[in-house]
């Protein structure tokens, strides 16, 4: 048997990884400005997160949610601290889409009604109903077509007005800033007014911080730069640090019910123990102020190199350490050089957005030297 070959992939294999560094089978060090899709929050291999990933596994690794357990209190009791979300409750599952898809599935348990409102180029996740959310055909099979779904544009009030009057709308589903579509970040009188129109209409709110959230942005979701509280919060990605987790984290209004939600691996021993580490090492670093720090300072070199080296850098996006560089298409191979010249790891969007994610660990000396890189690989 073979993989099943859907992923496009460098020919590099990391074998080893610490904080914003991955070596390859060939010792061959790189910088990670990827993190692995923005997965990577507390940096590779952190010692205080093996150390308790380690000393759970001494204890136990899995039991079902047929029966208590306490790290998800303690996990959903700091959570709910650190975010500023303590009045809400946590459903623990797997992934980013699976997060999306709980989401949608409460919305449409609570209120009754199953259309759902999205942006154009969202992407949600490729389950059934995250996938229905995204605005990509390709990712869409007939299966999951069905789902009755209406996208609009971004930032456009009138367009979700338009929607939600029709009074058939459950959800409303945003990102915190647009990752895959290539770092648009909604504006924040927009989110404001998501926030009234969905109140009005009777529709919920969910805000998918699968990628923004976890301090990437300088606050711990990117949605609270705008100062709202949206019904439905999810995220994944950054939550484990690389051990596979996702969250709900689902206003008081919705009340639970038995076995309108469920996961035989949410919630699981280690996953909890993960993101309790991630917790615990965002606060004591202060990584979040760093990834304000470090991303407001390349964000703004980015912007002098865009006017110094004009006609190259078409637009710099982002906040924080979510950052979207986008170039002429005449300076794609960028991308490329970046990785086999200088070994620096970046993400992508289309053929001409370089996307930085880094660990929210990455230091000021590992910023400069990505700036100094792509500032030499511009003027080739």
Request: aromatic share 10%.
């Amino acid at each position: 048997m073979k993989p099943f070959n859907v992923y496009k992939t460098w020919p590099v294999e990391p074998v080893k990884a610490k904080s914003c560094k991955v070596w390859d089978r060939d010792g061959i060090e790189y910088l990670d400005l990827y993190g692995g899709h923005a997965v990577i929050s507390i940096g590779h291999g952190h010692p205080y997160y093996v150390k308790m990933l380690c000393e759970q596994m001494d204890k136990i690794c899995f039991y079902s949610n047929s029966v208590q357990n306490s790290l998800q209190v303690e996990l959903a009791d700091k959570l709910g601290k650190i975010s500023g979300y303590d009045d809400y409750s946590l459903f623990l599952c797997n992934s980013g889409a699976e997060a999306n898809e709980n989401a949608l599935k409460l919305a449409s348990f609570a209120s009754g009604k199953k259309r759902v409102v999205s942006f154009k180029e969202a992407f949600h996740g490729r389950t059934s109903g995250a996938v229905a959310v995204t605005d990509n055909p390709n990712y869409v099979s007939p299966f999951n077509a069905g789902h009755e779904v209406t996208f609009v544009p971004i930032n456009s009030v009138s367009a979700v007005e338009n929607e939600l009057s029709k009074g058939d709308v459950a959800a409303v589903i945003i990102e915190g800033i647009q990752g895959v579509a290539g770092i648009y970040e909604p504006d924040s009188s927009f989110l404001k007014e998501l926030s009234l129109l969905t109140k009005k209409f009777g529709a919920f709110l969910i805000l998918d911080e699968v990628q923004s959230g976890y301090g990437r942005t300088g606050q711990f979701f990117a949605h609270q730069h705008s100062g709202i509280k949206p019904d439905i919060i999810t995220t994944a990605k950054g939550m484990g640090n690389g051990f596979p987790i996702g969250g709900v984290i689902i206003s008081s209004e919705i009340k639970p019910v038995p076995g309108m939600l469920g996961s035989t691996f949410g919630g699981n021993h280690l996953a909890c123990t993960a993101a309790i580490a991630v917790l615990d090492v965002l606060q004591s670093e202060s990584l979040i102020q760093n990834a304000a720090k470090v991303g407001e300072w390349l964000i703004a070199s980015l912007k002098k190199i865009q006017v110094d080296i004009p006609g190259k850098i078409t637009s710099v996006r982002g906040r924080g350490l979510m950052i979207g560089i986008e170039l002429d298409n005449k300076y794609t191979e960028v991308r490329d050089r970046l990785l086999f010249e200088n070994h620096i790891f970046t993400g992508s969007s289309k053929s001409n957005i370089i996307r930085i994610l880094p660990p929210l660990t990455i230091s000021m000396e590992e910023a400069e030297y990505f700036l100094k890189s792509f500032t030499d690989q511009l003027n080739k």
